[in-house]
């Protein structure tokens, strides 16, 4: 891919305050990874990897200890960029409930707009926009308390949305979801990518949902282990494991019955692949 | 007897108000003891409003909830010991954690039930190694540990009252592949070397599968189906139409039936495909 890099990190260190004298170890350890416009990147890891301190360096909520992090060329050091650069990458976090602050979806969504001072009849747009780009208008009025999980989750987007934001950075959205608000939310991430243009980091344990992406990169320890496609990622089962994580279930028992001496090709990633992939197998 | 009973349960939300809600519409349904039962159903088909009736933290607008023959909703003193021998672990409930050590944190339920100090720290013991907890963790703050290591405090804090029935709500929800592998496991070995009756809440299908031998489908504040593994996840269709799944490998051999291979569908773990996938190979299986 060609593209303009949209996020650069450039050996990017961080560490995180303790509450005493100790020194706590790195979160991030000189990392470098280009996200470019346009890409739909899943970041997969274990619980204290590095993921989520990846998607907050990414705009400027935590700043490098060491190396620089350029959005759109912007260095996130520089406080007089944090506006412009909060308006090009805007993230959604794991919990809908810690991220909505008005009690009508509509105010929820016209929040950020709001305080990047676009004018009244414009948000009016946006935030109508928003709303019907994540299936949501409809509720405009509601509280949103009295919403489901994947609905509320749907409105923290469309509060992103509504910022115009080019890149948006996705922190687990559906780790608290059950399969429809995950299937809603995972729609509509796609729909953002593949639809509206927006660059999409995605930061999941769901290896099904990685599955979708252009790119998936893995991190371990604070480093970045693999960098590649998901066929590229999902071969390497027995390095994955190692680091905690998983292969979606196709590719494992694909895995399995090539153990077992069966013609299967070794990047089978979904049902659909494996059951075409078994009837090849089946003929020889 | 049944150990846990539930005899045509209704509860609704904002009774009285123009908002009411019915929760729970008639459910009936009965436990025996040693079983493992996975309650499933989308947010909102009324599960967790059914397990919150189960220890009486709830209390239903009709019909009745009978532990040991007994109805848990009587009297006072039988909710009470209801509520140490019914061990509710809720959703996140690392969230709960508030001691100052991991040891007063698993220790605070036994300590509730007015056992001995003695009986108090065997029964935390017993706990902590269900749930895989090293001794020296129990001086440290909860608040100093991994998400997946608070869980197992948050669960072993239940089972350290060592109730008759478990009951966990989604607890493998928001952990890494590894952290669910290692919360799985643990429920199994607490379940075979315990042999108490344990209730899981869950929306993976997949753990589901490797952990249940019975599955209780909620929708709409009804029971919809209540079978074995095998005969529920037989029902594929009915399940997507309420939102739910199948485990993914059973996804896989549905399709090659489909397709005119002489599979048995009914196999739900990574291990019985396996098997089942190799058995259709030797044998030919009719691939067309």
């Known amino acids: 891919m060609t593209n303009k890099p949209i996020i650069e990190f450039k050996n990017v260190s961080f560490r995180y305050d303790s509450e005493d004298e100790t020194l706590l170890p790195l979160a991030v350890k000189d990392v470098n990874l280009t996200i470019r416009q346009g890409e739909l990147v899943a970041v997969l890891g274990h619980n204290g990897s590095g993921k989520s301190t990846l998607a907050k360096l990414s705009n400027a909520i935590l700043l490098p200890a060491e190396g620089q992090v350029l959005v759109n060329g912007m ?119 593949r639809e509206m243009g927006k660059t999409v980091v995605y930061i999941t344990h769901f290896m099904d949902e990685a599955v979708e992406a252009d790119r998936i990169v893995v991190m371990d320890d604070g480093k970045i282990l693999f960098d590649g496609t998901p066929r590229e990622v999902f071969a390497r089962a027995g390095e994955l494991k190692a680091v905690g994580l998983d292969v979606p279930v196709s590719a494992e028992l694909a895995g399995l019955l090539k153990a077992d001496g069966v013609e299967l090709p070794n990047d089978v990633l979904t049902v659909s692949e494996f059951v075409s992939a078994f009837q090849k197998a089946a003929l020889k | 007897m049944s150990l846990l009973e539930v005899k045509n349960l209704t509860y609704i939300y904002g009774k009285g108000t123009p908002f009411e809600m019915r929760a729970l519409d008639g459910v009936s349904l009965s436990v025996e003891k040693g079983e493992i039962v996975a309650l499933i159903g989308h947010t909102g088909s009324g599960k967790s409003t059914l397990i919150q009736h189960l220890n009486a933290l709830l209390k239903p607008h009709s019909g009745q909830v009978l532990f040991m023959g007994k109805d848990i909703n009587a009297d006072k003193a039988l909710t009470r010991s209801v509520r140490f021998q019914v061990g509710l672990c809720f959703q996140y409930p690392e969230y709960q954690l508030f001691e100052s050590t991991v040891y007063r944190d698993i220790a605070f339920g036994p300590t509730n039930m007015g056992l001995k100090e003695d009986e108090v720290r065997a029964a935390v013991s017993e706990a902590a190694a269900f749930v895989g907890l090293k001794e020296d963790y129990f001086e440290k703050s909860p608040f100093d540990l991994s998400g997946g290591e608070k869980r197992r405090v948050a669960v072993a804090g239940v089972m350290a009252m060592r109730p008759e029935v478990l009951i966990l709500d989604e607890p493998t929800a928001g952990l890494d592949p590894n952290g669910r592998r290692v919360i799985l496991s643990l429920i199994r070995n607490y379940c075979t070397q315990t042999g108490k009756t344990v209730i899981i809440v869950s929306h993976s299908m997949d753990d589901v599968a490797s952990l249940a031998s019975r599955i209780i489908v909620m929708n709409r504040g009804k029971i919809a189906m209540d079978g074995s593994v095998e005969q529920v996840f037989l029902r594929s269709a009915e399940l997507t139409k309420m939102g739910l799944n199948i485990p993914q490998v059973t996804q896989i051999l549905l399709e090659l039936k489909k397709r005119g291979y002489a599979v048995n569908s009914s196999v739900f773990t990574l291990e019985g495909a396996r098997r089942e996938l190799l058995r259709v190979l030797k044998e030919g299986g009719g691939a067309k």
């Open chain 1, 75 to 193: 260095d996130s050091q520089d406080e007089a960029l944090e506006y412009d650069i909060r308006k090009t990458v805007g993230v959604v976090f794991q919990n809908p409930d810690n991220q909505i602050v008005a009690s009508i979806v509509e105010e929820d969504v016209a929040f950020g707009p709001e305080n990047l001072g676009v004018p009244p009849a414009e948000i009016r747009k946006r935030v109508d926009d928003a709303l019907r780009a994540v299936n949501m208008y409809d509720y405009r009025h509601h509280e949103p308390h009295k919403l489901s999980g994947g609905q509320k989750q749907r409105v923290a987007i469309a509060g992103i949305i509504a910022m115009l934001t080019a890149c948006i950075v996705f922190d687990e959205p559906t780790a608290m979801l059950d399969p429809s608000g995950r299937k809603e939310v995972m729609q509509t991430i796609q729909k953002l990518n």
